[in-house]
């Protein structure tokens, strides 16, 4: 089957393989989209057990991260890439620095960043072949950069809230139930930022010791892989991998609402509308979990300016992730669409007016 027959293709811009012997990478970048702008993403690296489930991730990856920057105002267009192989055992810097030069002759095209099996660490590597990447070092005080992790998980707790307040009439999470399916990077702060507002946590992941960690810091209740999708709780956070939402798992939920930060949570679109007949509120994933992204804009920002970008700037463009939410449940009640539907038609209109992106240092002020 050819890329451009592949079910998750969809208008793809440039899509390319790459292959470096010496260090072993086997890549590839999919740009989505750049009417607003170049192509903005992350770099994953994973354990595929076949280049086609790389290639089906990474066109359902770029293609989220069109509608992110569209439905945030961004003037940014959508772009992924992915690393085939084990993170723990692949990674080296030469082949994060072959990585890089794969980058460079996208020729700015494509900006990467981090993302599942990459870090800051990795970025200064592929930063030693092209100026097209983020998620590098805080610049300065006061400037976006650095691990996104925490602007990201701050983004999906205010749409946590939003959706709590939506759909329950509750302004506090002072003793709403919420599993957290994934404690990483993302995960772990979101919890912390849960438990601190009140929130009964449950929580699952691989990483037993990091499990152990968050319950020390939060109480949260330890589940099972499996267990995580029978809890009778308020709300279910998939903070890992997505398609999680799909015809095994959806027949399970006992929840009413969906809001964490992984992205493609639901496997097909049609679970969006299987969601909805069951009341079961939905917080579309490309718009709560929007905070990383716009942190690494102001991250660019400044490396462009060398004054703007700060984090307080982003921070405030990430607390409007609330105000989108807001705008998306209301045209899903007003239309009788699914929160998903709703929410592709805002940022398609975004797409198809460039006029419509935010104007962000008056965003800003």
């Not at 930063?127 to 400037?143: M, Q, W, Y």
């Not at 702060?189 to 810091?217: H, P, V, W």
């Not at 690494?296 to 462009?304: D, L, P």
Request: proline share 2%; aromatic share 4%; glycine share 10%.
């Amino acid at each position: 089957m050819s890329v451009i027959e592949h079910k998750e293709f969809n208008g793809h811009e440039q899509v390319v393989y790459f292959n470096d012997e010496k260090t072993g990478l086997k890549a590839i970048i999919a740009i989505h989209n750049t009417n607003l702008g170049p192509a903005l993403g992350g770099c994953r690296v994973w354990d595929y057990a076949h280049e086609d489930e790389a290639l089906e991730d990474v066109l359902r990856l770029s293609r989220g991260m069109t509608y992110k920057a569209a439905i945030s105002g961004l003037p940014l267009g959508g772009g992924k890439s992915v690393i085939i192989g084990d993170s723990k055992k692949i990674k080296t810097p030469e082949l994060m620095q072959a990585m890089g030069r794969s980058v460079e002759r996208l020729a700015g095209r494509y900006i990467i960043a981090e993302d599942v099996g990459t870090c800051v660490e990795d970025m200064l590597e592929i930063r030693k072949e092209t100026k097209n990447v983020v998620g590098l070092p805080a610049i300065g005080d006061g400037k976006a950069g650095g691990d996104p992790s925490p602007l990201t998980a701050l983004g999906t707790f205010e749409g946590i809230k939003a959706a709590v307040k939506h759909r329950l009439g509750k302004d506090s999470l002072n003793g709403i139930k919420v599993s957290v399916q994934g404690v990483g990077h993302v995960g772990a702060y979101l919890c912390r930022m849960l438990s601190e507002a009140g929130a009964e946590l449950f929580i699952t992941d691989i990483n037993q010791e990091q499990l152990e960690q968050i319950k020390s810091e939060t109480g949260a209740t330890i589940v099972g892989l499996d267990e995580i999708y029978d809890l009778d709780v308020d709300v279910f956070a998939p903070c890992a991998l997505g398609a999680i939402i799909n015809d095994d798992t959806l027949d399970r939920l006992k929840v009413t609402i969906v809001a964490g930060s992984s992205n493609n949570q639901l496997k097909e679109d049609r679970h969006g509308q299987i969601l909805k007949d069951r009341n079961v509120l939905y917080a579309p994933d490309y718009v709560i979990n929007a905070g990383g992204l716009i942190n690494v804009y102001y991250e660019q920002q400044a490396k462009i300016s060398g004054k703007n970008g700060g984090t307080g700037e982003a921070r405030v463009h990430i607390m409007s992730i609330a105000d989108t939410l807001n705008e998306i449940f209301a045209l899903s009640d007003k239309e009788n669409i699914p929160t998903n539907v709703a929410a592709d038609r805002i940022a398609e209109k975004r797409l198809q007016n460039i006029n419509n992106v935010v104007d962000i240092d008056r965003k800003a002020c």
